[in-house]
């Protein structure tokens, strides 16, 4: 690309642009998974709506590959494009908080973490995720699984409005009154209808939390997963809970059910009182926690720089065979800083809406499996990837096709498809009315009906 674009581009912009070799550069385009290593001919650091429609209108006047970064969490790497413009939304961090009405208008490159501590200075919180540093529009934008779900709903649903810069270069705001159908289909579309400068939220008071979890030997996997499934079908929506094969910093293997209650404290013991009396475990860490250091606890064991690779779908049925195949995978893991297998319950306020009322369809299953494997040393990478791959095989009976898009690795149009399950073809139809050459490509994919070249 010539010198002089850029130059002009940078004329345009209130933020940095980077080049390759420039100062900045390669920290703008690394990402916490060490497996994503792509070089951007252009980043774009965008700071407000206006550098974000003057990177859009350059990267169609070159015909780039375009990718957008928030939080750059996209285990998929979705974020950093080869040789192409990287729209870098990191920098926009502006947050403003409506005590009145209970609701938080917040930047995309806000962090969870950054986000929970303004909301949490008030006593207030929405859904996010249950790690600090992962971006709130990636994960917004593709579902939001996290400790208040079964509460409040998926981040998506405390959404009430977004503005959102079109392939065109448009500002447009989407809410249940102004684009509606857009709207609809933003919510769960990660990514694919445009880029989103401001995303406005629902807040909800949230205090102390009873959180923590227990840890039992690895080799109890399946004692701990039959006792989970069977405690799983009679929580209250104030308690979400997961299990899964990790590795405590000591090195120790163990089977763990991390659990965060957000009701009234006075029932919290009472509700987790099954879980904490289960067996013999090696430890327990249950206590009254503030919601920040609630949403902090999985932080140690996700530093930047490690190799990860996911594989991930829902349960079809957590039967004993499907509980069988876990425990034995549970015992192989070949890195320490692995989370697999591992188990999501979800349930409660985000179970409750329709498939079709907003474009995330997975409402029915109750457990989400990962196979999240992390590894430190480049050298690990072929065995630990076919193992996850092993693993995920083994499963597979157990499964349903559709996975939660936030949390695959890059499979591929056919797993694309089945992330949006029967959303597909009317977030088609969306694509076709608002990316209809499909500009917004590095993503889980919908592909318009006609894609042009863009
Ligand atoms: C360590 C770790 C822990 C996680 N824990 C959870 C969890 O508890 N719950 C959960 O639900 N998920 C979790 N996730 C998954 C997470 O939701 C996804 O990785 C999500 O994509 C992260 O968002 P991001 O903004 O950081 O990612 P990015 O990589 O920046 O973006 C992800 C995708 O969204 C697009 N995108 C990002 N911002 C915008 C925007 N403003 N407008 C349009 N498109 C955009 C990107 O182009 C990309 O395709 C976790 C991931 C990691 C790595």
Redesign the pocket.
Same mark, same amino acid.
């Given at each position: 690309m010539e010198i002089s674009s850029i130059e002009k581009l940078r004329t345009k912009m209130r933020g940095a642009v980077f080049c390759p070799g420039q100062e900045g550069y390669d920290r703008a385009r690394t990402?916490?998974?060490a497996m994503i290593d792509r070089r951007p001919a252009v980043i774009a650091r965008c700071t407000g709506a206006a550098d974000v429609i003057a990177s859009v209108r350059f990267g169609r006047e070159h015909d780039l590959l375009v $990718? &957008?970064? *928030?939080? *750059?969490? $996209? &285990?998929a790497g979705?974020?950093v494009c080869d040789g192409g413009l990287m729209i870098d #939304?990191s920098g926009m961090k502006g947050m403003r908080v409506d005590l009145a009405k209970r609701t938080a208008r917040a930047e995309?490159g806000l962090t969870l973490g950054e986000f929970d501590s303004e909301t949490q200075a008030f006593g207030l919180a929405t859904t996010l995720?249950? &790690?600090t540093k992962?971006?709130? $529009?990636? #994960?917004t934008?593709?579902?939001?699984?996290?400790h208040l779900h079964a509460n409040y709903g998926l981040?998506l649903d405390n959404l009430i409005s977004v503005d959102v810069v079109t392939a065109a270069g448009e500002l447009l705001t989407a809410s249940a009154s102004e684009n509606p159908e857009l709207f609809w289909g933003l919510r769960g579309s $990660?990514?694919n209808l445009?880029?989103?400068?401001s995303l406005e939220y629902r807040l909800h008071q949230v205090g102390h939390v009873f959180g923590g979890a227990v840890f039992y030997p690895v080799t109890k996997t399946r004692e701990v997963f039959h006792f989970f499934r069977e405690f799983a079908g009679s929580i209250p929506d104030e308690l979400v809970i997961q299990t899964a094969a990790v590795s405590l910093p000591d090195g120790t293997p163990v089977c763990a059910v991390v659990g965060c209650y957000s009701g009234t404290l006075a029932h919290a013991e009472e509700a987790l009182k099954p879980l904490r009396m289960f067996g013999t475990p090696i430890g327990d860490i249950f206590a009254p926690i503030s919601y920040v250091q609630m949403q902090s606890l999985f932080d140690p064991f996700?530093p930047p720089g490690r190799y990860?690779y996911v594989k991930s779908n829902f349960v079809r049925t957590l039967s004993d065979q499907a509980i069988e195949t876990m425990a034995e995978y549970a015992n192989s893991r070949p890195s320490p800083y692995s989370f697999a297998p591992a188990l999501e319950h979800w349930h409660g306020a985000a179970a409750r809406v329709a498939a079709t009322d907003t474009a995330f369809p997975h409402r029915n299953h109750s457990y989400n499996l990962m196979a999240w494997s992390n590894w430190a040393d480049q050298a690990d990478s072929e065995k630990n990837v076919q193992w996850t791959r092993e693993f995920w095989h083994a499963m597979k009976p157990h499964l349903v096709e559709g996975s939660?898009v936030?949390?695959v690795s890059d499979e591929g149009e056919p797993s694309a498809r089945a992330a949006y399950g029967p959303n597909y073809n009317r977030l088609v139809a969306l694509k076709n009315k608002y990316d209809p050459t499909n500009f917004f490509r590095?993503?889980h994919n919908i592909k318009p009906a006609v894609a042009k070249s863009a």
């Open positions: 990402i916490p998974n $990718s &957008v970064r *928030g939080g *750059g969490h $996209s &285990v979705k974020s #939304l995309p995720g249950t &790690v992962t971006g709130i $529009s990636g #994960l934008l593709g579902g939001g699984w996290g981040a $990660s990514g445009g880029i989103v400068t996700f990860t939660y936030n949390y590095m993503n």
